[in-house]
């Protein structure tokens, strides 16, 4: 199968061709640093870390990129707040970030531009479209004109004429009355009493948010790049007006692919500070939820489609880690052969070949998760027999069998950015029960989860739970009318 993407752009299933063959340019929309970072940051960049080491395991050279937003009215207010200044701020939030990213395993990019180290790049993007006619100023500020864009609303699907219908009636603010349309947004903002400024051909203050990455990506990457990334959210308008004004400037297309990660609910309600379910990454971590297991959780859904933060699916991930986790430490890498899968037998190149097939289809981690629980079960049933004494002797076939399937298990987890974790009940557990021994109350969990998979057609979520329940040693019967029991084997 040849790897294929859902572009955002084209609302299609597409193969994947990179504009130079083997290289691969990614610019993901990194943080605003103006506070720690929440359980939406690890849903995506653990997602794009994934598509990261996905891109290095098939051969492709990969140029990451992802910025810091390191001037913005969230960092002035919380400067404010605390009598800090913004530097202190962002630098606070920054080493903050690189400290949680690092917990979860997550790859740093090849390249963190700030925005306030772009500053060159903004002013001259900012003057070519306002050379082009695409760009006005008005009293210090500068404005995008959407009208100079037939296409805009191309990314979202959004129409200007109805959008400024709905918007008819609003009374204007004094900065809407200054735009020559309701939804032309600012390239730059004069500066305002007591805020930082810079220097500008249009008088002193600062950037907009849009601006900064068009001038990153294209200080970075070039003109067009392969892939660009980022959560549902900033699809609108974000990435719509950075299309809008770098296309607008260079003539060319800013991204041949455009990829977006679903939301985070918190118990069926989407994460906001304002109902109170906001949830850090450094307070889950803190709590005794193991990195792994958080990294598992998030993979077991498909990045596009919504993540239910729930506390007994976060427990039933961590008793999927506890097996997987046990699997990855019977057999350490370097006792496997100096390349474990060059030659595999049958069963464990058809393992592979299924995992491959997962991944190429859309990044189906939920998919190549189950192959993970399917090479771990044996292993997991070995350790459980070592753990009893009562493991008897392998011959010298079974021994290599076992450190080839145990080579390949680490070298997969290793694309998925999974890595053996030092066996602590208090951590790896995240409040659930033992892998040899998972508690009833995880197992219903479990169950539930997949029942909930296989009513929205998520099959291979639902494959993936059932192989993980099967690793721990309970096998699920389904039954007519939607009931299933279970048994432990």
């Not at 943080?31 to 995506?44: E, I, M, P």
Request: net charge negative.
């Amino acid at each position: 199968m040849t790897l294929r993407f859902t572009n955002t752009l084209t609302r299609r299933v597409e193969p994947f061709e990179p504009l130079v063959a083997g290289q691969v340019g990614i610019y993901c929309c990194g943080v605003t640093v103006y506070d720690l970072c929440h359980l939406g940051h690890a849903r995506s960049y653990i997602n794009w870390d994934v598509l990261r080491r996905y891109l290095i395991w098939r051969g492709y050279a990969v140029t990451f990129v992802q910025n810091f937003t390191d001037i913005d009215d969230k960092i002035l207010n919380r400067a404010a707040a605390e009598g800090s200044s913004m530097e202190a701020v962002s630098e606070r939030n920054i080493d903050a970030f690189f400290t949680d990213m690092d917990a979860l395993n997550i790859l740093r990019a090849d390249r963190m531009p700030r925005a306030t180290r772009c500053l060159d790049g903004i002013r001259a993007l900012i003057g070519e479209l306002e050379a082009k006619g695409a760009a006005y100023s008005a009293d210090g500020d500068v404005y995008f004109a959407v009208m100079k864009r037939p296409d805009y609303g191309k990314l979202s699907g959004r129409d200007l004429a109805e959008q400024q219908q709905g918007a008819s009636g609003r009374t204007a603010t004094a900065e809407e009355a200054r735009k020559q349309h309701p939804f032309d947004f600012a390239l730059w903002k004069g500066a305002k009493p007591g805020e930082p400024s810079f220097d500008s051909p249009w008088g002193p203050g600062r950037p907009g948010w849009h601006i900064e990455c068009s001038a990153m990506v294209r200080e970075e990457l070039g003109t067009t790049i392969d892939i660009h990334l980022g959560g549902a959210d900033l699809i609108f308008p974000h990435h719509e007006n950075e299309i809008a004004q770098s296309e607008a400037a260079s003539g060319q297309p800013l991204a041949r692919t455009w990829l977006h990660n679903g939301m985070v609910n918190v118990g069926g309600e989407k994460m906001s500070k304002s109902l109170g379910n906001f949830t850090t990454i450094r307070a889950l971590l803190e709590s005794g939820v193991s990195p792994m297991t958080l990294r598992l959780f998030v993979l077991q859904a498909h990045y596009r489609k919504p993540l239910d933060f729930t506390t007994e699916a976060l427990e039933a991930a961590a008793t999927g880690w506890q097996g997987l986790n046990a699997a990855l430490g019977l057999i350490t890498p370097g006792a496997a052969p100096a390349e474990p899968t060059a030659d595999l037998n049958p069963e464990l190149a058809a393992a592979k070949g299924r995992f491959i097939a997962a991944m190429d289809d859309d990044l189906n981690t939920s998919a190549a998760l189950a192959v993970l629980f399917e090479l771990a079960k044996p292993l997991r049933a070995l350790a459980n027999r070592l753990e009893r004494g009562d493991g008897a002797a392998a011959t010298e076939a079974q021994t290599l069998a076992n450190q080839q399937r145990g080579a390949l298990l680490h070298e997969l987890a290793g694309v998925l950015g999974l890595k053996t974790e030092i066996k602590d009940s208090a951590k790896l557990s995240g409040g659930g029960a033992s892998a040899s021994c998972p508690s009833d109350s995880d197992i219903n969990a479990l169950i539930e989860q997949r029942r909930t998979a296989k009513a929205a057609k998520d099959f291979s979520t639902a494959d993936a739970i059932r192989a993980q329940l099967l690793e721990a040693g309970i096998e699920l019967i389904d039954k007519p009318g939607g009931v299933t029991d279970w048994i432990r084997t």
